[in-house]
């Protein structure tokens, strides 16, 4: 069995990023990109603490778009601020905590 170096906890029951959802500052944006296409971009997420490749695939599944993960921050096509801030207080994030600019 093994056992998770932060909590202290089996890995079955760790708690350790959920824990760190609740505490991170995320920025939601966007930016113009060649041709005049939208990007929404996501930042402020902790790559240590929260798996960054599982997050983009479920906001990519979730707003029905395209995207990557690059730098530290998630780049979505279109404009998705506002479906973005939602779907990240679902799963568990801190809405207040979520900054839309």
């Known amino acids: 069995m093994k056992v998770c170096d ?3 906890l089996p890995e ?3 708690v350790c990023e959920e824990i760190a959802r609740e505490i991170q500052s ?3 944006y ?7 296409k939208l ?6 997420i902790d790559e240590h603490d929260i798996d960054i ?8 599944n979730r707003c029905a778009c395209g995207g990557t ?3 530290g921050q998630i780049e979505l096509q279109g404009d998705h601020k506002r479906r ?7 799963m568990g994030f801190s809405s207040e905590d979520i900054q839309i600019r």
Request: one cysteine or more; hydrophobic letters at 40%.
């Open 26 to 28: 995320v920025k939601v």
């Open 6 to 8: 932060v909590c202290g």
């Open 39 to 44: 990007m929404t971009i996501v930042e402020g």
């Open 53 to 60: 490749k599982d997050l983009t695939k479920e906001l990519k």
């Open 12 to 14: 079955e029951l760790c």
């Open 69 to 71: 993960a690059k730098k």
């Open 30 to 36: 966007t930016v113009r990109r060649r041709f005049g």
């Open 84 to 90: 973005v801030k939602e779907v990240l207080a679902d």
